[in-house]
């Protein structure tokens, strides 16, 4: 079963699903109450879960279903690569955890192995990961990070500049030596970093 509310996304699971062998999508679901309504219809052996859903998260779902559904097992699938949300779906106990920018093979090869009773995400994994990411704007002056975060807010140099009380000039000094330290090439990495990186966005709450 997949729970995501794009029906492209659901469109392009299913047919990745629905060719692989022995796999077949019972239902689909765009929100949390449709999705827990159905899933208590089909149960299904595996679910797909989006994280971010127009009436909660991913996450509620799987904890609304984990009683009356304790032998279907989930799979977050989400565009957040985010430790927090990778420590909650752990926590509610997702058997894996995948990118949407993952390949379809791989998306039917997870279904497989976690309906055959493996867990791709353990404790172990969210350590050792969190370990791994250290934060690339670590060494950034705070004239950096103010730079950092209005980019993020998506204004031009002209408006950071203006915001700032400096001079463009001085804005795109900073932009590049914000993207040495953070290994990065193009401006709109950055802002696709900010993006990534707010605060417990995957639950649709502001960030910090």
């Known amino acids: 079963m997949i729970v995501d509310d794009h029906e492209v996304v659901r469109r392009g699971i299913a047919e990745v699903i629905d060719r692989s062998e022995g796999m077949t999508v019972v239902a689909e679901a765009g929100s949390?109450?449709?999705?827990?309504?159905?899933?208590?219809?089909?149960?299904?052996?595996?679910?797909?879960?989006?994280?971010?859903?127009?009436?909660?998260?991913?996450?509620?779902?799987?904890?609304?279903?984990?009683?009356?559904?304790?032998?279907?097992?989930?799979?977050?699938?989400?565009?957040?690569?985010?430790?927090?949300?990778?420590?909650?779906?752990?926590?509610?106990?997702?058997?894996?955890?995948?990118?949407?920018?993952?390949?379809?093979?791989?998306?039917?090869?997870?279904?497989?192995?976690?309906?055959?009773?493996?867990?791709?995400?353990?404790?172990?994994?969210?350590?050792?990961?969190?370990?791994?990411?250290?934060?690339?704007?670590?060494?950034?002056?705070?004239?950096?990070?103010k730079v950092l975060d209005l980019i993020g807010e998506g204004m031009s140099n002209r408006e950071i500049a203006e915001r700032l009380g400096v001079a463009e000039k001085t804005v795109k000094n900073h932009i590049t030596s914000l993207l040495a330290k953070m290994g990065l090439q193009r401006r709109t990495q950055v802002a696709a970093w900010v993006a990534g990186h707010k605060k417990s966005a995957w639950r649709g709450e502001p960030a910090d």
């Open 32 to 145: 949390v109450a449709d999705g827990v309504r159905r899933a208590t219809l089909v149960r299904p052996q595996v679910m797909l879960v989006d994280l971010q859903l127009p009436d909660g998260t991913g996450i509620d779902v799987m904890t609304a279903l984990r009683e009356p559904l304790p032998e279907t097992r989930a799979i977050v699938l989400t565009s957040f690569d985010d430790d927090d949300a990778l420590a909650a779906a752990l926590q509610a106990g997702a058997a894996a955890y995948l990118l949407k920018s993952v390949r379809g093979a791989e998306i039917a090869d997870v279904v497989r192995s976690v309906a055959a009773g493996r867990t791709l995400l353990d404790e172990r994994t969210v350590t050792r990961r969190r370990a791994d990411h250290d934060d690339p704007t670590a060494d950034l002056t705070p004239s950096e990070r």
